[in-house]
C-alpha cells in the first residue's frame, strides 16, 4: 500500500508489520483480527492496514517485556545510559526519514517533524544522564543503627501515546521508564501507528535487551487489555480527558499508578504594556503548531481592550500569510489536519461559533492545495475568532484545530478570574514588561506548564504536565523519575531488639 514514491518517500517503508516484540516485528497470526485503513493526511490516500492486537498478542508483548526487565532492572545506571546514548545517536543519524514518516502519517510540516524528532533524541539523552543518578538516602538512628531508603523500578509500565506528536510521545513516554530500570509495551494511536516501530528497531539496534520497548497495535479494546492485564505495573496516557477517565478507572482495578496527560483549555493573557511584535508571534505558536492540534495550545487569547485592535490586525494579517499546502515541502508552515472525521468536527466548531455571534477575521474554511496529488488531504485555513465571550462553544471546549479564540479583558483581577473558569489546567501564558505583575499572575494561574512572554517551550530538562481534569503527573524533568520507581525502606538494627513482649 505504498503511495508515491517520488513524492513521498517514507511510504515505502509502510509494507512490514507494526507490531514487535522479542526484538523483531511480528505479523499478526489471528488473520481474524479485523484491519482498519490508515490514511495519509495530505493526500487522503490509504497508507497501509492496521491489524490490531488481541488477547494472545498482547500477552505476548508483556511476557516479552517482563524477561526484559528481569535482565534490565540488574544493570548499573550507567550501563542502561550506554544504551539509551546509543539510541539517542541513531535517532540523531536516521532524524531525516524519521521525521519523512511522521509526515507522511501525521500530516504535519516537516519543519516541526525535524524538530519533534530532536525533542526525543534529546529526552532520551536526558534521562541516559539521570539513569546514572538514581540513589537512596541514608538515615542515622539511635545506637549506631540506620535506615536507607532504594529508588526500585516498578516493573513493566504500559505507553499509550496519541496521534498529535507520534514519535515524540513514544519517546517521553519510554526514555525516564527505561532510564529507571524498568520495561514498557507502547501502544501509538491507530490513527498514527507507523513511527513507533522505528524507535523499537532503534533501541533494540542500540544493545537494549529483546522486549525492552515493544510495539502493540489497536485501539480501544487493545488497550483496555493492557491496562487490565496483571503483569502490567503502571499505565502512561496522553490523549482525551473522557479515555483518561476511563485509564484512570481500568488502572485502578489493579492499584496501578497512572500518568495522565490530557487535554487542555488554556488562557494566554497579553497586557497593554507588551512588546505587541512578540505578543503577536506567540499568540501564533500557541495556536497553530501541529495544525492547532496541540493540548497544550494557548487557544484562549485574552488581550488588554487598549490593545486590541492593533493585535487582531497584524495576528490576522500573520495568520493569513501561513503558507498550507505539501507538509513535505520545507516552505510549507501548516499541513494537513489528521484525519477527515477530525477536519470536519474542527470546521463545525468554526460554524458553531459564528452561529453564536463570533466573528472570523480569517480563515476557518476547507482548503484545497494547488498541487493535484494533494486535493483530497485534509486541509484547512488557520482562523481567528473575534467577539468571543466566555460562554462560547469555542471558549469552553477543546477544538484541537487552527481556531485561535480572541477575548478582550479590562483589568488583571478580571482576567485571573475567567481565566481560572475552566475544568482543564494544563498551560498558561503572560506577556507584559512589568517583572512583578508577570510573577503575580503567574502565580494565581491554575495550570501546570506556564509561559512568560513565550508559549509552548518545552524543554525536555523542566516537567511538563497540568493542573484539574488535564491530567495526574508529570513528563520530562527530574521528578519525572518518581513517577517510575517505587520507594523501599530498609531498617537495621546494629543491636539488640528491645521487644515489649
Known sequence: AAGDSQSYPGTLHIKDSLNFWSGGRVSLKDVETKSEPVYEPATGRVLCQLQACGAADVDAAVRSASAAFTVWSKLAGMERARVMLEAARLIGKRREEIAEIEVVNNGKSITEARLDVDSARLCIEYFAGQATTLSGQHVQLPGGSFAYTRREPLGVCVGIGAWNYPFQIAAWKSAPAIACGNSMVFKPSPVTPVTAVLLAEIYSQAGAPEGLFSVVQGGQETGSLLCHHPSVAKVSFTGSVPTGKKIMEMASRGVKPVTLELGGKSPLIIFEDTDLENAVRGALMANFLSQGQVCSNGTRVFVQSSILPPFLKEVARRTKAIQIGDPLLDETRMGALVSKPHLEKVLGYVKQ?????????????????????????????????????????????????????????????????????????????????????????????????????????????????????????????????????????????????????
Open 353 to 501: 461559533a459564528k452561529k453564536e455571534g463570533a466573528r472570523v477575521l480569517c480563515g476557518g474554511e476547507p482548503f484545497i492545495p494547488a498541487d493535484p496529488k494533494l486535493k483530497d488531504g485534509y486541509y484547512m485555513t488557520p482562523c481567528v475568532l473575534d467577539g468571543c465571550t466566555d460562554d462560547m462553544t469555542c471558549v469552553r471546549e477543546e477544538i484541537f484545530g487552527p481556531v485561535m479564540s480572541v477575548l478582550s479583558f479590562d483589568t488583571e483581577d478580571e482576567v485571573l478570574r475567567r481565566a481560572n473558569d475552566s475544568a482543564l489546567g494544563l498551560a498558561a501564558g503572560v506577556f507584559t514588561k512589568d517583572v512583578k505583575r508577570a510573577h503575580r499572575v503567574i502565580e494565581n494561574l491554575q495550570a501546570g506548564s506556564c509561559f512568560i512572554n513565550n508559549y509552548n517551550i518545552t524543554p525536555v530538562e523542566v516537567p511538563f504536565g497540568g493542573y484539574k481534569a488535564s491530567g495526574i503527573g508529570r513528563e520530562n524533568g527530574q521528578v519525572t523519575i518518581e513517577f517510575y520507581t517505587q520507594l523501599k525502606t530498609v531498617v537495621v538494627e546494629m543491636g539488640d531488639v528491645d521487644s515489649l513482649f
